[in-house]
């Protein structure tokens, strides 16, 4: 089953063909479309979106970038939601030290609410991380620690680059990662980055509209595009692309309940 693990198809840039692009990726074999949560108006646009199509999933959460706009009333909504049949995950949540330092301790709280959130709910995790590996590998530790059923703290670091201390530290804690159009970049490393995750620990996704896979870079993303990522992969693994399917779908369709 090939799955688009993490795809923001409600975003702006599909206002004029969202349903061609979803039935595009139909026909290229993509069976389901998760949804993350980036800021209110995206998780209202993600319901409204899972209510038309039975293979749309939803993530509840707030991007760290955007957590400066939700306050108490925002929060309790995104709880509230999260309670919601067609939820399969918390996120995407997580920690973004690269456009703005100046709220780094309110990103790590609103972190630790979606953690807690998350094994509340027996929900999994989907992480975003740009430039804040070590501050988010030590909060998810702190977390399962003060957890009794720390096993509840799970889920996946999404568009996965390492380096690869961080490969040991998602293995570690028991995560998976995602894998998406950065993987068939030429210089980004990233097959290099997950060498040491087997594919029993690796999710497809492509991060549309953003970070379209060769030959498509620099283009406008969409969720077909995730065979592309698979094939990629199975060059780079020197397996069977089947098996690739096949056992990520697993992967996902297992971490998210589906």
């Known amino acids: 089953m090939l799955i688009d693990s993490h795809v923001h198809i409600n975003h702006a840039k599909f206002s004029d063909d969202r349903e061609a692009a979803l039935d595009r990726a139909r026909e290229a074999g993509v069976k389901a479309f998760l949804v993350p949560g980036i800021d209110m108006a995206s998780l209202h646009s993600a319901f409204e979106l899972a ?16 957590v400066r706009e939700v ?19 918390i996120g995407e949540t997580g920690l973004d030290y690269y456009w703005d330092t100046s709220f780094n301790d309110l990103q790590q709280e609103f972190l ?10 027996g929900l999994p995790l989907v992480f975003h991380n740009r430039e804040a590996s070590e501050d988010l590998v030590r909060i ?3 977390e399962k620690k003060r957890h009794r059923q720390p096993e509840l703290i799970h889920g996946v670091f999404h568009c996965f680059g390492g380096p690869e201390w961080l490969s040991d530290a998602v293995m570690e804690l028991g995560f ?11 210089n980004a490393g990233v097959p290099d980055a997950i060498r040491s995750i087997p594919l029993e620990r ?3 996704e492509t991060d549309s509209p953003f970070l379209a896979p060769v030959p498509h870079r620099g283009k406008r993303n969409e969720p077909a595009y995730v065979r592309l990522v698979a094939e990629s992969l199975a060059l780079d693994r020197g397996v069977a692309l089947d098996e690739v399917i096949g056992t990520t779908g697993e992967n996902t369709r297992r971490l998210f309940g589906l």
């Not at 209510?51 to 955007?66: F, L, Q």
């Not at 630790?112 to 709910?121: D, F, K, T, V």
């Not at 990662?177 to 950065?182: D, F, M």
């Open 140 to 142: 998810v530790r702190e």
């Open 176 to 186: 998976h990662v995602g894998i998406g159009g950065t993987f068939t970049f030429r």
């Open 112 to 121: 630790r609410r979606h953690i807690r959130l998350a094994a509340r709910h």
């Open 202 to 204: 690796i999710l497809l």
């Open 51 to 66: 209510t038309r199509h039975r293979d749309v999933r939803v993530m509840v959460g707030i991007h760290p970038s955007h």
């Open 71 to 89: 306050d108490e009333d925002a929060w309790e909504e995104v709880e509230r939601l999260a309670l919601d049949p067609r939820v399969v995950a």
